[in-house]
């Protein structure tokens, strides 16, 4: 029998590309839904119904019936923060504890991975990242350093030691910091969580998927994040600590590379970053106004505003690349629409005066090279079907396939999942 393959979702951009949306339109069609790395750094919206959700840890495929989701052993989970959100979907009548699957080696972020986050973070003065302060990187870092604790742990009759002992060695690291904590508000309600999570699934996330795919049934995998805050391709050191790119879904669920099938890359018609790090097509006029009012730019996890800029097509090309995508997803467009004139990016000029359209080693001090395109100066919002497109928003699609040499099947035109056209249908 032949083996059903997976399906990849994820961002091609610095992250809120609006994945959890598309992951919520895309699930009727699989029969779960696999988050495979990230945690509560994430925030992914929802909109049907007239009702609005943000998810952080738990995948965006739970409002679409009774299908199968599953948190992969690629993700960091902080339990207080799980329960919290697992409880609010419960009581708005969403049904979990079924279908809603723990892998036993995602890892745990403890109280002292976010206090270290804060640490580090005010250790690095100007340099800082702006992390989300989910604890996100130091809970990564102690699995790579192999000290990190683990959802099976709980299990264990010795997850109290276990735990203890972390805790130890993060206090030792924050005296020696000088870093003022009190441990006395969020050490219960993370214990808390824990019992809270023993009611779920905790599951080998690897022979669960790859079981799945034995039988034929299909998976899609969603991404959080963006291709730009990769650990190893993004503008490191301002990327998050996993790999988010499509090889990610491969470590962060178990997955063969030869099972990967359609690749959705998903985009903003323009440009967005939270936190620190080069962003070489960022606007500081009314035009970037514009972008943050119009696409309502604030992050869904830390309320930050969204810095905003140009489409960048320097960076989407690479990501393109490394991600194998084969379907582009075209985001808020809906955004543009009172723009006279719409620029994207097409060269960077090198601070050494050369131009070059691949993505360099370092981003910071590049001069974007823009090309202009008529705005279409009509309502997105409310088109049902690509026939409706004005013509100059046509051209503005077929350039960036053109560009990225790849087709874009999917245009989102509003937040609500109703609000989503596929192309050649
Ligand atoms: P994610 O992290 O990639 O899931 O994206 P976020 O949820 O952080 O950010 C995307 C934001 O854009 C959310 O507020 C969505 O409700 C909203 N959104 C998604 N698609 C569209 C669209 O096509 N048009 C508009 N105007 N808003 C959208
Ligand atoms: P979703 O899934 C946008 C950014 C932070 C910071 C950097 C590192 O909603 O697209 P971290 O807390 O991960 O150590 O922060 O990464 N960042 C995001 N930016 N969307 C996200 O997630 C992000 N998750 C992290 O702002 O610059
Ligand atoms: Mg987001």
Redesign the pocket.
């Known amino acids: 029998m032949t083996q059903a393959k997976v399906d990849v979702l994820l961002?091609l951009q610095w992250?809120?590309?609006?994945?959890?949306?598309?992951?919520d339109v895309l699930t009727p069609g699989y029969d779960a839904v696999a988050r495979f790395q990230g945690g509560p750094n994430?925030?992914?919206?929802?909109?049907f119904d007239g009702k609005?959700f943000?998810?952080k840890s738990i995948p965006?495929g739970v409002f679409q019936g009774d299908k199968v989701n599953v948190i992969g052993n690629g993700m960091v989970l902080d339990a207080a923060l799980f329960k919290a959100e697992a409880t609010a979907l419960e009581e708005a009548g969403v049904n979990l504890k079924d279908r809603l699957y723990i892998s036993k080696k995602a890892h745990l972020i403890l109280p002292t991975h976010r206090l270290l986050d804060s640490a580090l973070e005010g250790s690095k003065g100007a340099g800082k990242v702006g992390t989300t302060g989910r604890g996100i990187g130091p809970t990564y870092t102690d699995k790579v350093a192999r000290t990190g604790l683990r959802v099976g742990d709980i299990l264990s009759p010795d997850f109290e030691q276990k735990y203890r002992n972390a805790k130890a060695s993060h206090l030792r690291t924050l005296d020696s910091l000088g870093f003022e904590y009190d441990l006395s508000a969020t050490e219960p309600a993370w214990y808390d969580g824990i019992e809270y999570m023993r009611q779920f699934k905790f599951i080998d996330s690897e022979h669960c998927i790859n079981n799945m795919l034995r039988e034929g049934r299909t998976i899609l995998c969603e991404g959080?994040?963006?291709t730009m805050l990769d650990i190893d391709f993004g503008s490191y050191p301002f990327v998050t600590s996993s790999n988010t790119v499509c090889a990610g879904a491969c470590t962060g669920l178990g997955i063969a590379p030869n099972r990967i099938g359609r690749v959705y890359g998903?985009m903003?018609a323009y440009c967005t970053r939270v936190g620190s790090g080069p962003f070489p097509t960022e606007l500081f006029d009314a035009d970037g106004e514009a972008l943050s009012v119009?696409?309502?730019?604030f992050?869904?996890?830390t309320g930050r505003r969204r810095r905003c800029g140009w489409v960048d097509l320097v960076a989407l090309k690479y990501a393109v690349t490394l991600n194998g995508v084969t379907d582009i997803i075209l985001?808020?467009?809906?955004?543009l629409d009172t723009f006279s004139t719409i620029k994207a990016c097409v060269a960077y000029i090198l601070p050494d005066g050369t131009q070059t359209d691949e993505f360099p080693f370092d981003c910071e001090g590049v001069t974007p090279v823009y090309e202009e395109f008529p705005g279409w100066r009509t309502e997105l919002?409310g088109m049902k079907n690509e026939n409706e497109f004005p013509e100059e928003f046509n051209s503005y699609i077929s350039f960036l396939e053109q560009y990225l040499e790849t087709p874009v099947t999917i245009?989102?035109?509003?937040?609500?999942r109703n609000?989503?056209i596929r192309r050649g249908e």
């Not at 994430?42 to 909109?47: F, K, R, V």
């Not at 245009?411 to 609500?416: F, K, M, Q, R, T």
């Open positions: 961002g992250g809120d590309e609006g994945k959890g949306k598309v992951v994430a925030g992914h919206t929802l909109e609005k943000v998810l965006s959080a994040q963006g998903i903003k119009r696409g309502h730019e992050g869904a996890v985001m808020k467009s809906d955004v919002c245009i989102s035109v509003g937040p609500d609000q989503t």
